[in-house]
C-alpha cells in the first residue's frame, strides 16, 4: 500500500510536470523578442546616449550617431542630448561624459542650423503659386495667396551686458552665457560675431569645466562688434572693450559678460 502511494504521487509530480511544460511551450509560449534602445529604462537610455556621444567623439561620423539616437523613439534627438548634458553637469557627473555630451549637441544644432539655412535659401518665386489668367475684355483681378514665411525656431531676450575688469586676463574677451528659459544652461547654441573687417562663430558647450551654456570669444580692443545669438532677430549692436583701471594700476581693456535667455 505505501508503495501504491508512492507511485501515485511521483505519477502525479510527472503529470503535473508534463503539464507545466504542455503550458508554457504550446498553449502560452512566451513571445521572445530582441530588445531594443527604446525599450530601455531610463538610467540605461542614458547611459546609451552617452555611449553614442563617445563614439562620435571618436569617429565624427553625426550620421551614424543620428541614426544611433533616433532607435530610442524620442521626438527630437537635439533636445534629448542637451537635457542630458544639461542634467549630468548639473549632477557633477565625470568631465568626460558632460563633454562628449555637450561636443554632439553643438554638433546636432549646427546641423539643424545648416538645414534651416538651405530651407530658408529657396527662391521666394519657388514658393508662389502658379498664376494663370485668361484674356477678356475686361480687366481681371489676379489675386496671390501670401507668400509663406518660415518661423524662426528660437527667440532669445537679453538679460545682463556687463564690463569685466580683470586685469589678470592676458586679452578681453566676450563672454556668453546661454539659459533656457527656467534658467538651465544650454550648450551648442551658435553665435555669430561681426566686426569692420571680418565675422566669425562661436558656441557654447565647449568648456564644460565653465559651464555647458558658456562659450567666449577673443576680442580686439580696437574693433566694435554686433553679436548674434543663434537664429535671434535681435543681435547686440556697438559691443566694444571699456578702458579699466584698478587702484593705482595701469589702464588696460576690459572684457563684456553677456547673458541670453532662450524664450519658450
Keep these: 500500500m505505501k508503495i501504491v502511494r508512492i507511485n501515485l ?9 508534463a503539464i507545466g ?17 527604446k525599450d530601455l529604462h531610463s538610467e540605461y537610455r542614458d547611459k546609451y546616449v552617452v555611449m553614442v556621444a563617445a563614439a562620435y567623439s571618436r569617429d565624427g561620423d553625426l550620421e551614424r550617431a543620428r541614426i544611433r539616437l533616433d532607435k530610442l523613439g524620442a521626438d527630437n534627438v537635439l533636445d534629448t542630448t542637451t537635457s542630458q548634458a544639461q542634467r549630468w553637469a548639473a549632477a557633477g557627473r565625470s568631465d568626460f561624459d558632460v563633454s562628449v555630451l555637450a561636443e554632439l549637441a553643438l554638433a546636432l544644432s549646427s546641423d539643424d542650423l545648416e538645414t534651416e539655412s538651405a530651407s530658408a535659401d529657396i527662391p521666394i518665386s519657388t514658393m508662389l503659386p502658379k498664376v494663370t489668367s ?4 475686361y480687366p481681371t483681378v489676379v489675386v496671390v495667396s501670401p507668400v509663406p514665411t518660415l518661423a524662426l525656431l528660437d527667440e532669445y531676450m537679453l538679460l545682463d551686458k556687463t564690463v569685466i575688469c580683470d586685469e589678470q586676463m592676458d586679452k578681453p574677451i566676450i563672454k556668453v552665457y546661454v539659459i533656457d528659459a527656467v534658467g538651465n544652461p544650454i550648450p551648442g547654441v551658435q553665435l555669430r560675431i561681426d566686426w569692420t573687417t571680418g565675422s566669425d562663430m562661436f558656441s557654447t558647450g565647449l568648456h564644460p569645466d565653465i ?12 574693433q566694435v562688434y554686433t553679436l ?3 537664429n535671434s532677430t535681435n543681435p547686440i549692436y556697438g559691443l566694444t572693450s571699456e578702458p579699466c583701471r584698478q587702484g593705482d594700476s595701469d589702464e588696460f581693456a576690459g572684457s563684456i559678460s553677456v547673458t541670453w535667455q532662450r524664450e519658450g
Design 134 to 137: 485668361t484674356v477678356t475684355p
Design 9 to 17: 504521487i511521483l505519477l502525479g509530480l510527472v503529470i503535473g510536470a
Design 21 to 37: 511544460l504542455l503550458l508554457g511551450w504550446v498553449v502560452y509560449p512566451r513571445q521572445l523578442r530582441i530588445a531594443t534602445p
Design 228 to 230: 548674434q545669438v543663434g
Design 211 to 222: 559651464g555647458i551654456g558658456y562659450g567666449d570669444f577673443t576680442i580686439d580692443p580696437k
